[in-house]
T-cell receptor, first 117, second 113 residues
Framework: AQTVTQSQPEMSVQEAETVTLSCTYDTSESDYYLFWYKQPPSRQMILVIRQEAYKQQNATENRFSVNFQKAAKSFSLKISDSQLGDAAMYFCAYRSDSGAGSYQLTFGKGTKLSVIP | DAGITQSPRHKVTETGTPVTLRCHQTENHRYMYWYRQDPGHGLRLIHYSYGVKDTDKGEVSDGYSVSRSKTEDFLLTLESATSSQTSVYFC????????????FGPGTRLTVL
């Protein structure tokens, strides 16, 4: 079974600075997807960014980018120019692309990010 | 916005009572999911559906049942609620090509006393 580990339960960053959240995963598969979801105090789960394992290029969405290291099974999220609205729980998630089964997401336990004005 | 609603949004109930949570989607997605979120555990899959009347178990299915009689509705039932089922419940849909991504409803906070 796949596992996802987020080793930083809490992190903080100064407004306008850059922060990197870590995620590692364990899998024997070669094809899969990785995601970062944001959960603000409103509780809504919001997709931040996704990465297909077959793509070598790191995904980028505005101020959010990832560092995907397939051999190391690492998938970190970098937030640039941090804003107060970035304060939230961030979850890393893995999804198999085996072509069968539920396409379920396996989540890490989350990292709580605080942004200091 | 993937057009997902959940009802109720909040519920308090007593141990031993039956509870049904509803997930409704408006965009005809084939796959639907129920997850629960607990502190220190992230989200864990309870059950999922891959079509009308087609459902299967997830990681933490004990004590839960589901039904899907229409494409747009996916129901989660706790036949006899226990305090260990106090949690936040999220419904999700899988949006296929080209994004192939799961999008979540707003969640239901359930408290079992």
């Amino acid at each position: 079974a796949q596992t996802v580990t987020q080793s930083q339960p809490e992190m903080s960053v100064q407004e306008a600075e850059t922060v990197t959240l870590s995620c590692t995963y364990d899998t024997s598969e070669s094809d899969y997807y990785l995601f970062w979801y944001k959960q603000p105090p409103s509780r809504q789960m919001i997709l931040v960014i996704r990465q297909e394992a077959y793509k070598q290029q790191n995904a980028t969405e505005n101020r959010f980018s990832v560092n995907f290291q397939k051999a190391a099974k690492s998938f970190s999220l970098k937030i640039s120019d941090s804003q107060l609205g970035d304060a939230a729980m961030y979850f890393c998630a893995y999804r198999s692309d085996s072509g069968a089964g539920s396409y379920q997401l396996t989540f890490g336990k989350g990292t709580k990010l605080s942004v200091i004005p | 916005d993937a057009g997902i609603t959940q009802s109720p949004r909040h519920k308090v109930t007593e141990t031993g009572t039956p509870v049904t949570l509803r997930c409704h989607q408006t965009e005809n997605h084939r796959y639907m999911y129920w997850y629960r979120q607990d502190p220190g555990h992230g989200l864990r899959l309870i059950h999922y559906s891959y079509g009308v009347k087609d459902t299967d178990k997830g990681e933490v299915s004990d004590g839960y049942s589901v039904s899907r009689s229409k494409t747009e509705d996916f129901l989660l039932t706790l036949e006899s609620a226990t305090s260990s089922q106090t949690s936040v419940y999220f419904c999700a849909i899988r949006q296929g090509f080209p994004t192939d991504t799961q999008y979540f409803g707003p969640g239901t906070r359930l408290t079992v006393l």
